[in-house]
């Protein structure tokens, strides 16, 4: 493979990882940025360099470690005792996170297309099977397709609001005010750490096959760009849109005013992220349950499915993602801290 290719394939999965059901919906953007105005945008430029810096970190360390999970990654961070501890936690997160994707799913085929909640999540399960069987070139395949129509659609999304009349951009600058809430000075350290902890398990996988550095410090930076470039084109679209803020969906009613046809297009675009983000979680996480009980890794996905499956039964798509995110986040900063006096090894 060349350098550069695996540089973008690098990119592509970090990206995808990373923008799911809430991402690709707006609800998780609405929640820790867009709610805060102008002053969201600040939060958005920090998330993106912490989360550069700490996904290429990860990588990096996996890669000179030759970790096959997080399971081994986090035991080289906290020592064997401790790392056992991390390692419940996170798989409790990233468990969750995934149950909330896939609840997303549902709430995408149901108030969007009217089609019962239970086939939205039972579809997303089917497919993510088949992929997951794959292994690492089943990611690699549909990030590599995934995520350029992403991008591609966020600045049609951007462009379309923004063109007959660019001075909107600059309505939400003009009257800025500091909120009563203090959450939003946390909020892109919360973000970030939230998104490192669930995408880590891809990300030490990745960097133990790849395992050239030039590759991995080249593919961490394009892919906290265009996470950048992405949460902007969002943000901006929808200050000027605030009535969208409490639905679950909030970009699929900004779309709603370009016809019929391009709503369609867009819950594809939906769909395809968060089964782009489940496919990638339950990879992580069925590596991680192999090695640890010692399993076949069909077997470990099979029950991965089957528990994500439950849990997303019980709650709302929207509900789980304004309690579990910013939760989740708060909780990852202590892990943040660790990442960060912790040294690549030679």
């Not at 800025?176 to 998104?195: K, Q």
């Not at 939760?327 to 030679?346: E, H, M, Q, R, S």
Request: aromatic letters at 16%; hydrophobic letters at 55%.
């Amino acid at each position: 493979m060349k350098q550069w290719t695996a540089i973008l394939l690098v990119a592509a999965t970090y990206i995808g990882t990373v923008i799911g059901a809430g991402f690709a919906t707006g609800k998780e953007i609405v929640t820790f940025f867009s709610n805060f105005g102008a002053l969201g945008t600040i939060g958005i430029i920090v998330s993106c360099y912490l989360l550069t810096y700490f996904g290429t970190k990860i990588m990096l360390i996996s890669a000179h470690i030759k970790a096959y999970s997080y399971k081994e990654f986090n035991d080289y961070l906290f020592g064997h005792t401790w790392g056992k501890v991390i390692n419940i936690m996170i798989f409790i997160i990233v468990m969750s996170v995934t149950s909330v994707m896939l609840s997303g799913a549902g709430a995408v085929f149901h108030e969007q297309l009217g089609i019962p909640y239970f086939v939205g999540i039972i579809t997303t399960i089917l497919l993510v099977f088949l992929v997951v069987m794959r292994g690492l070139k089943g990611l690699f395949a549909i990030n590599s397709y995934i995520v350029p129509l992403i991008i591609l659609f966020g600045l049609f999304i951007f462009i379309s609001i923004f063109d007959d009349n660019p001075s909107l951009l600059l309505a939400p600058f003009l009257s800025i005010t500091i909120p009563e809430h203090p959450f939003w000075t946390i909020s892109p350290f919360t973000y970030a750490s939230f998104n490192v902890i669930t995408a880590m398990v891809v990300l030490v996988p990745l960097g133990k096959e790849i395992q050239d550095e030039y590759v991995l410090k080249w593919g961490g930076f394009l892919g906290g760009l265009g996470l950048f470039i992405l949460l902007l084109l969002s943000h901006f679209s929808l200050l000027v849109n605030p009535t969208t803020f409490p639905f679950d969906i909030p970009m699929a009613e900004i779309v709603k005013q370009f016809g019929g046809l391009i709503h369609i297009l867009f819950l594809l675009i939906i769909f395809s992220e968060i089964f782009n983000t489940v496919t990638a979680n339950v990879y992580g996480i069925s590596r991680q349950v192999k090695t640890s009980f010692g399993i076949k890794y069909n077997h470990a996905v099979l029950a991965i499915l089957l528990i994500i499956f439950l849990v997303s039964q019980q709650y709302g798509y929207g509900q789980l993602l304004s309690i579990l995110y910013p939760l989740f986040g708060y909780i990852g900063l202590l892990y943040l801290a660790v990442l960060l006096i912790t040294k690549v090894p030679k």
